[in-house]
């Protein structure tokens, strides 16, 4: 059986007050599509969180309706998903009944999430588990709800209510309802122990007790996992996290985005391809001195179409800086005065400013900002200023 494995599209996300749904869409209509029409597969998986929000924008959910319209009434291919962390449970799954005739299978809420959905290639049955997000304790009330020996019902009951424990039980639960040798797939969105973060995702709670153990998947076949923004492997590469649609933070900048293509052999063994994604705009980090940036039209062409954070080195304030960098990097989004935030945690460490007057610290900081002390013209003024200012508060 041939998958594709997405998550994390995050439609309707804003990226530095910028709506990203013209990127999202570039990516869907000039790669997935064409991928979709030539890779012959089997089945589609996105694992989670369609949208940046339970309330989405319109022009976001306009984009989602015509994606699922296009690979269901016109690809004819089996779409499976989830929902995740940032997705609406409910508004996800507005109209599953009607949309799984055309091979739409949603999955937001859990009454829904307790029986595999099989699907058949030349080498026999494949059941797909589903795995919404959900909180650990509605999991619980769920799994309870479960047809199942008394012996495990005691044993359920027992869980420590926390994802680890319980997601384990939910996936245990689900690979016992499949038959020993027909193929498994586990379509999960949660927090793998061990993987590598960003900025971009939503905690699902503060700390590690969101945590869940790659041993929990490592009976499925293939683990289509969500929630992690970054392509990663866990512990074994049938257990995979296929990364974000796009870059969604600027530590991401590094992040090599890809579709990941399962092909799946009868006896349920898997051969990975990664189909590289190329944005609209890439997401890139410079540093450098400002005025070093601004004269330097190498870098400008080199990055004229990109979404830019430029991080200063200078230790002198720089006067209406973003507007005057977009004038030659037309999708700056972030200017961070790294060299001058350095200089101040120094200075704050050298410098009593606790044992300075106030005339001593405007003089300082007027020869921060001008880089060059007072003459002695200007000092005489502003003593001068200072002391009808002293007068007037007493």
Known sequence: MRILHMADWHLGRIFYARHLTEDQAYVIEHQLYPLVKEAKLDAIVLAGDVFDRAVPPVEAVELWDALITKLTLDFKIPFLVIGGNHDSAERLEVGRDLWSQSGL?????LERSWNPLYLEDQQGAVAFCPMPFAEPRTVLTHLLEQPAPVQQRDAWQELTVAYGPIYDAWATYLRSLVQPKVRTVAIAHAMVAGSETSESERPLVIGGSANVGVDVFTSFNY????????PQRM????????????KY????????????IVDMDGKGQCALEQVPIEALHDVVNIKGYFNDILQDETLHKQHAN???QVQ???TAPVIDGMARLREVLPYAMSLELTGRMATEVTDVNTVAYKQLSERELFEQFAAAVREKPLSETEKSYMNKLWERLLKEAD
């Not at 299978?105 to 809420?109: E, I, N």
Request: hydrophobic share 35%; charged share 25%; net charge negative.
């Open 306 to 308: 990109d979404y830019v």
């Open 105 to 109: 299978h949603v999955w937001g809420r």
């Open 235 to 246: 512990g074994a590469d049938h257990i995979r996290y296929s990364g974000s649609l796009l």
């Open 223 to 230: 683990a289509a996992l969500g929630h992690i923004h970054r």
């Open 312 to 314: 200063l080195l200078d």
């Open 249 to 260: 933070s600027f530590d991401e900048a590094d992040h090599k985005k890809s579709f990941t």
